[in-house]
T-cell receptor, first 115, second 114 residues
Framework: DQQVKQNSPSLSVQEGRISILNCDYT??????FLWYKKYPAEGPTFLIS?????DKNEDGRFTVFLNKSAKHLSLHIVPSQPGDSAVYFC??????????????FGKGTKLSVKP | GAGVSQSPSNKVTEKGKDVELRCDPI?????LYWYRQRLGQGLEFLIY????????KSGLPSDRFSAERTGESVSTLTIQRTQQEDSAVYLC????????????FGPGTRLTVL
């Protein structure tokens, strides 16, 4: 039973356009959400996070939106660049729910940004 | 170095052999996690260490898997009598404190069991 779902295994976007990566979760105890980027043969790299008390967090070209009522979050990348091509993982944590801060990951979305 | 390091980067072994994977967390990070990623899957939690507390082993898939950590430094993940389904990338991550993400990941060890 997947608690964190990324329903799009892949996404292709033109350079300069917006990339929108989506993530849904089922566990209402999750209170912290993160996005990681992963290049082949490397470990995941932390990108941006959001606490459940917020609905938006912005860092440069990256913005994460959280809709708690829909149990949905999204990552927007504007403008997209070819170097953004990677697999993006959504992760969630129930920091105070007894799970010791373990991250529950989605299966990832492979983003390809075409020049 | 400043980041999490893991060794070896690649390991090929025969079914039935034991393997040991190593992780050096970021200095000062008290929490350490092991995950594995099978082909086409997300990251799967295995085990968590926080300081001198008893580790959370709830993610270990079988008793063939075990892990140790010396204080707040190096950790080793041991897989005994490896099976083909153990083939995966094994990732280690550390963070300052267990309930304070983000976790910073090492490059992983790619394990192939023939």
């Amino acid at each position: 039973d997947q608690q964190v779902k990324q329903n799009s295994p892949s996404l292709s976007v033109q350079e300069g356009r917006i990339s929108i990566l989506n993530c849904d979760y089922t566990n209402s105890m999750f209170d912290y959400f993160l996005w990681y980027k992963k290049y082949p043969a490397e470990g995941p790299t932390f990108l941006i996070s959001i606490s459940s008390i917020k609905d938006k967090n912005e860092d440069g070209r990256f913005t994460v939106f959280l809709n708690k009522s829909a149990k949905h979050l999204s990552l927007h990348i504007v403008p997209s660049q070819p170097g953004d091509s990677a697999v993006y993982f959504c992760a969630a944590s129930a920091r105070y729910g007894g799970s010791q801060g373990n991250l529950i990951f989605g299966k990832g979305t492979k983003l390809s940004v075409k020049p | 170095g400043a980041g999490v390091s893991q060794s070896p980067s690649n390991k090929v072994t025969e079914k039935g052999k034991d393997v040991e994977l190593r992780c050096d967390p970021i200095s000062g990070h008290t929490a350490l996690y092991w995950y594995r990623q099978r082909l086409g899957q997300g990251l799967e939690f295995l085990i968590y260490f926080q300081g001198n507390s008893a580790p959370d082993k709830s993610g270990l898939p079988s008793d063939r898997f075990s892990a140790e950590r010396t204080g707040e430094s190096v950790s080793t993940l041991t897989i005994q009598r490896t099976q083909q389904e153990d083939s995966a990338v094994y990732l280690c991550a550390s963070t300052i404190s267990g309930i304070l993400p983000p976790q910073y990941f090492g490059p992983g060890t790619r394990l192939t069991v023939l």
